[in-house]
């Protein structure tokens, strides 16, 4: 296909899943009802060839803005909708259409006989739209826009189930979390206009070296939104309770493509952030300190959904630490790991979803047990998603965690900046344990030992159907092999994502040892996982008892929630009733004080003089004349 | 003197609206305005007079004129009302009065202090005495027992 062609309709793959989501709102509940599924799965397909062929030849274009609508025009200011392709955004359109196709099928089967049927693929497709459209975006405000909108899909789709209130407030957590990440992020948008005077973001980066001392302030207004969006720390609290929506977005909105869009987001903007030290700094750093706490959560979470979310949290945060390094390559290995990511993490969520719709909604893995001779392909899928998350050699997870830490090992300048990111990479070491380890606690407890099956299950404890369980072995061959694909090569990564702004010229790291260290490491921690739950043992509750305060601190989630609920969210509480009985009484008051001063007066004066009696309003008429005539002589 | 003929039309417009406002008998009422209405028309004359052109007598012409029709209707409508209520006082039609004023109603005439006068009974004697009786009785009832 010619590749003009190609560039010139790139429109289409937003286009698809927008004409899918309305057609799917429209039909669904009288027309399509149990079909509902067949524009969505049908927008996200096309999307996705499309996609793989933009990928394909993306190396060989010239990155720039396409199709090119005008939408906003005032004065010197012009925010058009257009589309900009570049080897950057045709790897996560793939990423985000492939595995959304794959997801989007599973839910054909995990949400079949939902009542809200219609409502979820219109929704996903909606989703869909917004996601693409983010990657695509080629201005501030757009990406803004799409930003926001990838947002209300999240709100909609984790409150799926409304009539649960569990459901219903993760919704409202989560929109409210975000709110706090984007006002930075739209304040850099406003930054970005007052600094450059344009939007456009080749002008932007072709501007960026005139503007130095600004960029710091800008890159961190921006990575607010990033810290919203990709639940880093202090906002990850909403990403854990948004797995009450549907599994399905769970993998697809909430571990593979929505959380990854703050990544995006820091990659896309990295002619910026190479820039602004500092600013690179502090995304290291956070992206540090998240990736180590969720792991530490996760340790000890019972909920099987709930560990794979506090892993997501992690893993976005080693994907910061990455983006953080200053250097290219850095950034190249970040969205390495964004991409790996989004295949295991999607797969991984899709077994749990398929453990959730077997065993009649439970997921608690304590209950759990021996489940691999029930569901075998659920069982080593998930074994696949679970060696790649840990990072078990010659697996994709390996290959884009080691780019990482590779480059974390070479980062800073030698002063006090590399010692900072010298104790970044022991917590990311650390990281890679904790995660290899609690990954596996969730298999062995879940597929090994005795097999307990919850009495919820009833009689449909067995393997998913197909149209569940094909998406989970396409995902498990990308799990394994997407890393020797691309890290084979990852200076092939390097070289492609080198046509993208701000990433020419990347050159990768090597180190041995690191790669040494990262794999004895993931064996280590799964090893430690096999020997704590893989056999019958006491271990683990002797363990929990010996250092109790600590088991309970993990358990509790570190009481983030409870920190907030006390700092942030009682104090608002509290002054909006304030603010409540103020606008009740005093401002209300004040109205309601001028609505009945003249009802008043109406009543009590006016009302009685309208009697009915002639010669009384004839005496009026003559003592108001007569007033009136001896008033004007007086004047005079 | 063109003031004698204003206080004179003065006097008639006074006069007029002090009966318009103080009559209830609506043909009065009707009178005192056509009296207001003479004494405005004797002060234009007056002026027409005065200054020597005729604006004001033309001005009088169609006082004259409108009052007449005026006349017409509201004889007729004196005449309508009365059929309906029987009475010419113009406040029983206070109808177009707020709806939830109470109606203004005249208070009864104070009643003089006078003692009501007490019906005569007949007087009688007790029973078993013989009543006294004048001389020209007696002496009818002895001719009427000796006849």
Same mark, same amino acid.
């Given at each position: 296909m010619p590749e003009q062609w190609l560039l010139d309709n790139v429109w289409l793959i937003p286009a698809l899943p927008l004409v899918a989501s309305a057609v799917t709102a429209a039909l669904g509940p009288k027309v399509l009802r149990e079909r509902s599924h067949l524009p969505c799965v049908l927008a996200a397909c096309l999307a996705a060839v499309y996609s793989l062929f933009l990928l394909a030849a993306s190396t060989k274009f010239v990155p720039g803005e396409l199709s090119r609508f005008s939408w906003i025009e005032v004065g010197g200011f012009t925010a058009p909708i257009s589309f900009r392709v570049d080897s950057l955004t045709s790897l996560l359109l793939v990423m985000v259409t492939f595995v959304g196709s794959l997801i989007v099928i599973y839910s054909i089967g995990y949400m079949r006989g939902d009542r809200g049927y219609w409502r979820f693929f219109a929704a996903v497709s909606l989703f869909l739209f917004s996601m693409t459209g983010l990657v695509l975006a080629s201005n501030f405000l757009l990406i803004y826009v799409f930003w926001e909108l990838v947002g209300l899909c999240s709100y909609l789709l984790i409150g799926f189930w409304y009539e649960r209130p569990a459901a219903a407030a993760a919704a409202k957590k989560a929109f409210l979390v975000n709110r706090i990440g984007d006002l930075g992020f739209a304040l850099g948008v406003l930054m970005v206009w007052v600094t450059f005077g344009t939007l456009d973001f080749d002008t932007v980066f072709a501007k960026a070296d005139s503007h130095v001392p600004e960029l710091t302030l800008i890159c961190l207004l921006l990575f607010c939104g990033a810290v919203g969006k990709s639940a880093q720390f202090p906002l990850h609290v909403w990403l854990p309770d948004a797995m009450e929506g549907p599994t399905p977005v769970s993998a697809l909105i909430h571990a593979a493509t929505m959380v990854t869009a703050g990544v995006y987001m820091v990659a896309r903007f990295s002619p910026l952030f190479l820039l602004a030290p500092a600013a690179q700094l502090t995304v290291a750093t956070i992206g540090g300190t998240t990736a180590l706490l969720a792991a530490l959560i996760a340790l000890t979470q019972t909920d099987l959904k709930r560990i794979l979310a506090y892993s997501t949290v992690s893993q976005l945060g080693y994907m910061f630490l990455g983006l953080g390094c200053g250097s290219k390559a850095a950034v190249v290995a970040g969205i390495f790991h964004v991409f790996t990511h989004a295949f295991f993490k999607a797969l991984l969520f899709l077994g749990a979803g398929s453990v959730k719709h077997a065993m009649g909604g439970v997921i608690d893995i304590n209950k759990l047990g021996g489940l691999r001779k029930r569901m075998p392909i659920t069982c080593w899928t998930f074994g696949c998603g679970a060696a790649a998350l840990a990072g078990v050699p010659l697996l994709s997870g390996f290959w884009s965690k080691d780019a990482i830490l590779v480059e974390l090992a070479h980062a800073g300048d030698g002063g006090v900046r590399t010692m900072v990111y010298r104790v970044l990479l022991v917590a990311a070491t650390i990281t890679a344990l904790l995660t290899a380890f609690y990954t596996f606690r969730a298999f062995f407890k879940v597929f090994w030992g005795d097999e307990r099956v919850p009495h919820e299950a009833g009689d449909h404890a067995h393997e998913s159907p197909p149209v569940m369980t094909w998406p989970l072995i396409v995902l498990s061959i990308f799990a394994l092999g997407i890393g020797w694909i691309l890290a084979a090569g990852f200076h092939g990564l390097n070289s492609f994502l080198g046509h993208s702004p701000g990433l020419a010229g990347s050159h990768a790291e090597h180190s041995t040892t690191i790669m040494v260290m990262s794999g004895v490491v993931a =064996?280590?921690?799964v090893g430690l996982a096999w020997w704590m739950y893989g056999r019958p043992s006491s271990l683990p509750e002797t363990l929990a008892m010996r250092i109790r305060s600590a088991y309970e601190l993990s358990r509790d989630k570190f009481r983030f929630d409870e920190i907030y609920n006390a700092?942030? =969210? !009682?104090?608002?509480?509290?002054?909006?009733? *304030?603010?409540?009985?103020?606008?009740?009484?005093?401002?209300?008051?004040?109205?309601?004080?001028?609505?009945?001063?003249?009802?008043? *007066?109406? !009543?009590?004066l006016l009302r009685p003089l309208q009697s009915g009696l002639i010669q009384f309003y004839a005496l009026a008429t003559m003592v108001l004349l007569t007033g009136l005539i001896v008033v004007s002589w007086l004047w005079e | 003197m063109l003031s004698n003929y204003l206080i004179v039309g003065a006097i008639l417009f006074a006069l007029g609206s002090v009966g318009f406002l103080t009559r209830r008998n609506m043909i009065v009422m009707f009178l005192s305005a056509e009296m207001m209405l003479q004494g405005v028309s004797l002060n234009l004359v007056a002026f027409s007079n005065a200054w020597g052109n005729c604006h004001g007598q033309v001005f009088t012409i169609y006082v004259l004129t409108v009052a007449a029709?005026? $006349?017409?209707? $509201? &004889? $007729? &409508?004196?005449? $309508? &009302?009365?059929?309906?209520?029987?009475? &010419?006082?113009v406040s029983l039609w206070q109808d177009l009065r707020e709806p939830d004023q109470p109606a203004i109603v005249d208070r009864p005439e104070e009643s003089a202090d006078v003692p009501a006068p007490q019906p005569a009974w007949p007087k009688l004697v007790p029973a078993g005495v013989e009543p006294e009786r004048s001389k020209e009785e007696m002496e009818e009832l002895e001719e009427s027992t000796h006849a």
């Open positions: =064996l280590a921690g700092t942030v =969210l !009682r104090p608002t509480l509290m002054f909006s009733e *304030i603010s409540r009985v103020v606008d009740n009484w005093v401002v209300d008051g004040l109205v309601r004080l001028t609505a009945a001063t003249p009802a008043f *007066i109406g !009543r009590n | 029709a005026e $006349a017409a209707i $509201a &004889l $007729a &409508l004196v005449v $309508a &009302l009365y059929r309906r209520r029987g009475s &010419l006082d």
